[in-house]
């Protein structure tokens, strides 16, 4: 059982899904970046650079998703509230939030490691091969898809060090 404290923003990891192939998601088109993800070959924690999971964390022992929720659609609304000649698209535009939430998923990763006694962190569990959408499903989140996405959830995987 998870302490009060950490419950509302902490879940079991009940099985985790991961493989070396997931890691190839990030060579994928998308818009604007015709080449897949800038990142990729270029941090230390992004693919090819970081390993699988299982070769940083103890798969065996528990791990836990620690969850930051950001309402997007109503960061939408209000954007475009304020700037009505704005698309979609520009509303989105994650460089007006994202630094903001991956401040606040970080302080509740450090949370939950002292709390629980953890010693391992992966804020880009996809780049380390995990199938993010089932090992959520699996352990009672279900996500959204990207392009119905109105809710936004940064997820980071914690745990034991191998």
């Known amino acids: 059982m998870l302490p009060e404290i950490i419950r509302p923003f902490t879940l079991p990891v ?7 192939k997931v890691r190839d998601f990030c060579k994928l088109p998308y818009t604007s970046h015709k080449n897949g993800c800038p990142n990729y070959g270029m941090r230390d924690h ?6 699988l999971i299982n070769q940083y964390m103890d798969i065996e022992k528990p791990m836990h998703l620690v ?8 960061h939408i609304q209000r ?3 304020l700037h009505p000649h704005w698309s ?5 535009c994650c ?15 450090e949370l939950v ?5 953890l010693d391992a962190v992966s804020y880009v569990p996809e780049g380390m091969g995990v199938q993010m ?13 990207i392009r119905d996405l109105k809710l936004h959830r940064q997820i980071a995987i914690v745990g034991y060090k191998i």
């Not at 969850?67 to 109503?74: C, G, K, R, S």
């Not at 979609?88 to 989105?92: L, M, P």
């Not at 460089?95 to 990763?109: A, E, I, M, S, T």
């Not at 490691?113 to 006694?117: A, G, H, T």
Request: proline content about 3%; aromatic content about 10%; glycine content about 4%.
């Open 95 to 109: 460089l007006y939030w994202q630094k903001g939430v991956r401040k606040k998923l970080k302080q509740k990763v």
């Open 88 to 92: 979609d698209r520009q509303a989105r």
């Open 79 to 81: 954007m475009l509230t």
């Open 14 to 20: 009940v099985k985790l899904f991961f493989s070396k």
């Open 133 to 145: 959408y089932n090992t959520c499903l699996q352990s009672g989140l279900k996500l959204e898809r």
């Open 113 to 117: 490691m002292d709390i629980l006694k």
């Open 46 to 51: 992004c693919p090819p650079k970081v390993g």
């Open 67 to 74: 969850i930051e929720e950001f309402d997007l659609a109503q």
